[in-house]
C-alpha cells in the first residue's frame, strides 16, 4: 500500500447523500483507476484516468462521477448514494510510457462504505 | 472484449503439499496476465506477470504461474504451501493495447496445519 492513500477508511451514510471518496498517491504515476470490490464479483472497474483532466469509464459506472485536477489526487463521488452502492472500494495506479499495458497495479487499503 | 475466469471459489490445501490456483482467461489479441493477492482488509498485491518469452512465470513468495496459450490457462502454483499463504487470490487479464484490466471473481485459498 505504499505511496497511495484513501480517505476515508470507513464512511456510514444515507440513501440520497452525495459522497465523495479520495485516492491519493506519491508515485507520479499516470494511471489511476477506481474498483469496487463485491462478493461474487471480485473487483469491477467504475472509473479510470490516464492523466489530469482525462478519465473514462469502466463497466459500473452509472451512478459514479470522477474528478482529477492534479497528478496525485483522483476523486470519486456517488452524486446521490444508494445501499446498492455499499461495498469497498480501492483505488489502484499503474505507470505510463509505451510498455504501460505491462505494468502491474499497485492498490490502496480501500475504503468501506456502508449506504443506509 | 476480455475476461477471466477462476472457476474455484476456495481451494484447501495441507501445509506442505503443492497448490495450484486455477484461471482461465478469454481475449481477442495477445494476452497479458496478473496474478494480485489479497489478505484480510488489505488491498491487493501484486505477485507475478506473464508479458511474453518463457512460459513458466516466477514472482513474490515461491509463487509461480504457467501460461498455456493452447488452453488459454495461467494458473498459479506453489510447490509446498505456507500457512501464511492464506489468503485471496485474483488473476486479471489485459487485451494488448486495450488499458483496462479484467479482474476474476476471486479464490480463496486455505492451507490447513
Known amino acids: 500500500d505504499a505511496g497511495i492513500t484513501q480517505s476515508p477508511r470507513h464512511k456510514v451514510t444515507e440513501t440520497g447523500t452525495p459522497v465523495t471518496l479520495r485516492c491519493h498517491q506519491t508515485?507520479?504515476?499516470?494511471?489511476m483507476y477506481w474498483y469496487r470490490q463485491d462478493p461474487g464479483h471480485g473487483l469491477r472497474l467504475i472509473h479510470y484516468?490516464?492523466?489530469?483532466?482525462?478519465?473514462d469509464k469502466g463497466e459500473v459506472s452509472d451512478g459514479y462521477s470522477v474528478s482529477r485536477s492534479k497528478t496525485e489526487d483522483f476523486l470519486l463521488t456517488l452524486e446521490s448514494a444508494t445501499s446498492s452502492q455499499t461495498s469497498v472500494y480501492f483505488c489502484?495506479?499503474?505507470?505510463?510510457?509505451?510498455?504501460?499495458?505491462?505494468?502491474?497495479?499497485?492498490f490502496g487499503p480501500g475504503t468501506r462504505l456502508t449506504v443506509l | 472484449a476480455q475476461s477471466v475466469a477462476q472457476p474455484e471459489d476456495q481451494v484447501n490445501v495441507a501445509e506442505g503439499n503443492p497448490l495450484t490456483v486455477k484461471c482461465t482467461y478469454s481475449v481477442s489479441g495477445n494476452p497479458y496476465l496478473f496474478w494480485y493477492v489479497q489478505y484480510p482488509n488489505r488491498g491487493l498485491q501484486f505477485l507475478l506477470k506473464y508479458i511474453t518469452g518463457d512460459n513458466l512465470v516466477k514472482g513474490s513468495y515461491g509463487f509461480e504461474a504457467e501460461f498455456n496459450k493452447s488452453q488459454t490457462s495461467f494458473h498459479l502454483k506453489k510447490p509446498s504451501a505456507l500457512v501464511s499463504d492464506s489468503a485471496l487470490y485474483f488473476c486479471?487479464?489485459?487485451?494488448?493495447?486495450?488499458?483496462?484490466?479484467?479482474f476474476g471473481t476471486g479464490t480463496k485459498l486455505q492451507v490447513i496445519p
Open positions: 489502484a495506479i499503474s505507470e505510463s510510457g509505451r510498455t504501460s499495458g505491462k505494468n502491474e497495479q499497485f
Open positions: 484516468s490516464y492523466g489530469v483532466k482525462d478519465t
Open positions: 508515485e507520479n504515476h499516470r494511471y
Open positions: 486479471a487479464v489485459r487485451d494488448l493495447g486495450y488499458q483496462k484490466v479484467t
